[in-house]
């Protein structure tokens, strides 16, 4: 802690002369806030290049002495030391004994206006207590300070501040006193922190507690489908063992949501269920695998069961949760090691003997085990992050589920073959018919049974979540595959679709996936099954304030990277076409990939017509599919709809042949047909397609239609405007561009409408003439306006390198490689970008990509030999 205060004031001399949005009062750090109206981050994260500080001091203090916020004579004579925020206090003064508090303080300066009628501010997770003060006016508080027992040292405060103590346009002062519970650990210690509109701050929180229910919700179903495997097969216990491990994941991780907090549960009974559900996790996967692979019971393992035998007994009987923590800290936790260590023993014996289970389960585990020594580091305040094991449980379904899917498939076999041989075994053993007929019928009450419990992992993986204003978003699913179970007729294929809302660089983007996976029924389902589960877990990381910082081109690769990993993993037995879009709510600009599945149809003023007319990408999961990536963009028109289907939309059934055999289609532009019969109404196109045969095959079919915000906006120029654009595009024609730039530098005051064009010109011009700032600063200027134009890409990766900023450089030039992958200019562009970032393997990979267009580029030979 000393170190790091040492580090965090050597910071502040920096922070007094940055020029950004906060400033120094002396030797106090002020955060101003441009606008109320959004949610504004008040962590201590980087801020242009700041440390965004907070104060803290073991000084008592009266909170009414901020009453005058801006009073720094009166402030500067406490002893402030700086502090971190999301991170740990510690002081040898101020133990949960001593009946000492900690103050922490910091000042904010609010915009002269706001729109929002009530104002909110999260506070994160404080351990324990709190009491907090705006401008030395009480707001709220957790907690009783004069009880010594924990009441709330993991719940995420948030405080509505009453109007009447907001100073517009003045410096405000945050006030909190907090007092500990347990040693060395306390403040404001995790989650983050935030003001803004109470409504949105409200709305943020519980989707994210909500996400993490659902997350829940799929674990509890995967618990009680192996429980019902278990009732149904006494003797296979390993399911047993993964129920229960399944179920107390569930419960531990309920007990880390904030949603507890409103069943008024006793604290301290939450804590002890807590320590108690945490302990067996490990010891019941372990078990499960021991049973899976028929593997003894270990005098190691016997041993590690009887320490947990007794650390719950000591639980049951002992009443401190401080004791709980040591307990789990120092017996628990290194006890796990004996569980991990047979985990690793069991999975690496089988996996390099082949066995595909093994290998499967050996993936998902590396995840969840890593994951599970990032949340005991940060519980032991060694790092400060998120709980990260239920998110990371996602991955061990997969592996399981596949499993489960190869399984279902063996078990078709076995049915398909007593069918074949069914007649044949009736005419020989006719006496045996009864009992033959009735193994038969378990096995399809089985196999039904299995069809329901996987529907109920995939339904809910399934969902349309987005809440676009502009973007709406239809679909419609026909499994091929029916079947009935307890008097109820229900569907299972391997079609999936997919849609939600993510933010990415400050924008509002709706993304959707349609994908097809191979084979039929179940093991279509385990495909869809895996690509939902995954991009349900990429949405939710992508909701996470730390990637939304990403462009959306970025966004794509790197969905698609981790898909097509997860496909590979099963060499060839589960292949997926997908397409996957991005489009931006305000603009209507859309950035997808189509990976081997049916052409996109557009449907504008009319007339259907196909987005692609080229195979780029194979299926998920087709090796080196990596080397053909990359993403197409489409500007949507208002009122423009798009229609993205699996290919079952084209494999009708048309008729029968003269011996009976199937007619199937082979018209794919019948599709078209249909829709422009239809309208593009969803309803009617599929009565249409019914009306032309019978499916052959799943179909799903996703309707999605832009209705732009900026419709209404007039973009008419008036004369003078007009005439002074034209003028200066001839000009830059004519040579003249110095006069050019001067003659369309008097637009940019004026309300001018067509600002991507203003800024794309001048931008080009600056470019043309070096002044690489000031064409750096018009081209992202313009690409923010209308990011459509992949060229100024390259222009502004340019300009950026020429002022050395090769972070930016490298960021504006991948954005461009992965829009126009054959852009020779930007290819060495680039690679000089990576060779000055001493990143020689990237840049020696697109030099070789130029290489192998152009064999004699001079610059790329140059750059090659430089490099080698």
């Known amino acids: 802690m000393k170190i790091r205060n040492h580090i965090v004031a050597g910071l502040s001399l920096l922070i007094l002369t940055s020029p950004n949005s906060i400033f120094s009062q002396e030797q106090f750090q002020i955060q101003a806030i441009e606008s109320l109206d959004e949610v504004v981050n008040l962590d201590s994260i980087s801020v242009n290049g700041a440390k965004n500080l907070y104060y803290q001091t073991e000084t008592e203090i009266n909170p009414e002495i901020f009453k005058q916020a801006d009073d720094w004579s009166t402030f500067s004579k406490l002893d402030w030391k700086p502090y971190l925020v999301p991170g740990n206090i510690n002081s040898e003064s101020i133990t949960p004994t001593s009946g000492k508090f900690f103050r922490v303080s910091k000042w904010i300066k609010l915009p002269e206006e706001w729109k929002s009628p009530h104002i909110s501010i999260r506070l994160g997770i404080i351990s324990d207590k709190d009491r907090v003060y705006w401008n030395g006016n009480f707001i709220g508080s957790t907690g009783d300070f004069s009880n010594s027992s924990p009441e709330s040292y993991d719940k995420i405060r948030i405080y509505k501040i009453p109007t009447n103590l907001l100073v517009p346009g003045k410096v405000n002062n945050l006030f909190i006193e907090i007092k500990p519970f347990f040693d060395n650990d306390s403040g404001i210690n995790q989650d983050k922190i935030e003001i803004g509109p109470s409504e949105k701050l409200e709305r943020s929180f519980l989707r994210d507690e909500y996400i993490k229910i659902m997350l829940l919700m799929v674990y509890a179903t995967v618990g009680f489908y192996f429980l019902f495997l278990f009732i149904r097969r006494r003797k296979e216990s390993e399911n047993l063992f993964f129920a229960l491990f399944t179920f107390s994941l569930v419960v531990y991780q309920f007990l880390r949501n904030q949603i507890k907090y409103d069943l008024d549960i006793n604290f301290h009974t939450m804590k002890t269920l807590e320590y ?137 076999s076995q049915v398909e073959e007593l069918n074949e041989n069914l007649e044949q075994k009736v005419i020989k053993r006719t006496e045996q018919l009864n009992q033959t007929l009735e193994e038969v019928q378990n096995l399809k009450i089985q196999q039904d049974g299995d069809y329901f419990l996987t529907s109920l992992l995939l339904n809910p993986l399934s969902t349309n979540s987005n809440e676009s204003e502009f973007v709406d978003v239809q679909f419609f699913t026909k499994q091929k595959k029916t079947f009935v179970f307890k008097d109820r007729t229900h569907e299972i294929g391997g079609d999936i679709s997919i849609s939600s809302s993510i933010f990415l660089k400050g924008k509002k983007f709706t993304v959707l996936i349609n994908g097809d996976a191979m084979g039929k029924s179940i093991q279509g389902a385990g495909g869809a099954l895996v690509l939902g589960v995954v991009f349900n877990a990429v949405l939710a990381r992508s909701n996470a304030d730390q990637n939304k910082n990403k462009h959306p081109e970025i966004w794509i690769k790197e969905t698609f990277i981790e898909l097509q990993r997860i496909f590979e993993s099963f060499n060839g037995s589960m292949l997926i076409s997908i ?34 007319n080229e195979l ?112 200066g595009k001839e000009l830059i024609r004519l040579g003249k561009l110095e006069q050019a730039i001067q003659n369309l530098e008097q637009l940019i005051t004026k309300d001018f409408p067509q600002k991507d064009t203003l800024f794309s010109l001048l931008g080009q011009t600056h470019f043309k003439l070096k002044n690489w700032n000031l064409a750096l600063t018009h081209l992202l200027e313009a690409l923010e306006t209308k990011p ?81």
């Open 276 to 412: 108690l559900v945490l302990m067996f996790m490990i010891p019941f996967m372990t078990h499960f695998l021991r049973k899976y692979f028929d593997k003894s019971y270990n005098i190691f393992l016997k041993f590690a069961d009887l320490i947990m035998a007794c650390c719950f007994l000591a639980i049951l009987i002992n009443q401190d949760i401080k004791f709980y923590n040591k307990l789990n800290i120092y017996i628990v936790q290194p006890t796990w090691i004996i569980y991990i260590a047979n985990v690793f023993t069991i999975l690496i014996y089988h996996s390099y003997k082949k066995d595909l289970d093994a290998i499967l389960m050996f993936g998902g585990f590396i995840f969840l085990i890593t994951a599970a020594v990032l949340d005991v580091l940060s519980t032991r305040n060694i790092i400060v992050i998120p709980r990260m094991s239920g998110y990371a449980f996602i991955t061990l379904i997969l592996s399981i589920a596949t499993i489960l899917a190869n399984r279902f498939v063996r078990l078709n």
């Open 788 to 868: 459509s134009n992949s060229d100024l890409l390259f222009y502004a990766s340019y300009s950026a390198k020429m002022i050395h900023n090769y972070k930016l450089a490298s960021e504006c030039g991948e954005r461009c490689f992965l829009r126009d992958p054959l852009n020779i200019k930007n290819l060495i562009n680039l690679a000089d970008v990576y060779k000055k970032l001493e990143q020689g393997n990237r840049a020696k990979y697109l030099v070789n990509k130029v290489l192998k267009k152009e064999p004699n580029n001079r610059n790329a030979l140059r750059l090659l030999e430089i490099l080698n």
């Open 579 to 612: 397409v996957l879009c991005l489009i931006d709510d305000n603009t209507g600009f859309m950035y997808y990939i189509n990976a081997e599945h049916p052409w996109t149809v557009l449907f504008r003023d009319g007339k259907s017509s196909f987005l692609e």
């Open 616 to 727: 780029v990408l194979r299926k998920l999961g087709f090796p080196e599919n990596d080397d053909l990536f990359f993403v197409k963009t489409f500007q949507l028109q208002n009122d423009d709809i798009l229609l993205i289907g699996s290919d079952g939309r084209d494999d009708l059934q048309v008729g029968l042949d003269s011996e009976g055999r199937r007619i199937i289609n082979e018209n794919e532009e019948l599709f078209l047909d249909l829709v422009e019969e239809s309208q593009a109404d969803l309803d009617t196109l599929v009565q249409k397609i019914e009306s032309r045969g019978d499916y052959t095959d799943d179909i799903t079919l996703v309707r999605v239609q832009y209705s732009s915000p900026n419709e209404l906006v007039k973009n008419d120029l008036d004369t003078d405007s007009k005439d002074k654009l034209e003028k």
